[in-house]
């Protein structure tokens, strides 16, 4: 069975840096699929940034070039690093996990995921 920690979450000033993590246990995917969604109070969850099984990455429009996804394979940790942060970006951060099939391809369904982390929470202040 999967299980997601995360960590990393915080309340910074806007304009600043905070780096995420999601390290798993039980992952024995060849192939798969990492996503990080978010949601903000009143909102529905949406995503952020997603690596695909064949190591590229996708992001919203809302955070692209602010946002990067890395990951350790020795740590079976993914990271997100989210740089210039703003008043928006204020929400409830998830990474989710999936196995990948060609059939099943990596995408931002939030219902296609069935491993979820238990989130962290950043706030940016402005």
């Known amino acids: 069975q999967v299980q997601l920690v995360e960590s990393g979450g915080g309340s910074v000033q806007a304009g600043g840096s905070l780096r995420l993590s999601c390290a798993a246990s039980?992952?024995?995917?060849?192939?798969?699929?990492i996503n990080w969604f978010r949601q903000a109070p009143g909102l529905e969850r949406a995503g952020v940034g997603r690596?695909?099984?064949?190591?590229?990455?996708t992001f919203a429009d809302s955070v692209k070039g602010r946002f990067t996804i890395s990951k350790d394979n020795a740590k079976n940790t993914w990271y997100l690093q989210m740089n210039s942060l703003k008043p928006e970006d204020t929400a409830m951060y998830y990474c989710?996990?999936?196995?990948?099939?060609?059939?099943?391809?990596?995408?931002?369904?939030?219902?296609?995921?069935?491993?979820w982390g238990q989130g962290t929470q950043v706030t940016v202040n402005s």
């Open positions: 690596l695909d099984a064949d190591g590229s990455t």
């Open positions: 039980g992952f024995t995917f060849s192939r798969y699929c």
């Open positions: 989710a996990a999936r196995a990948h099939y060609s059939y099943l391809r990596c995408d931002d369904r939030p219902s296609s995921y069935p491993s």
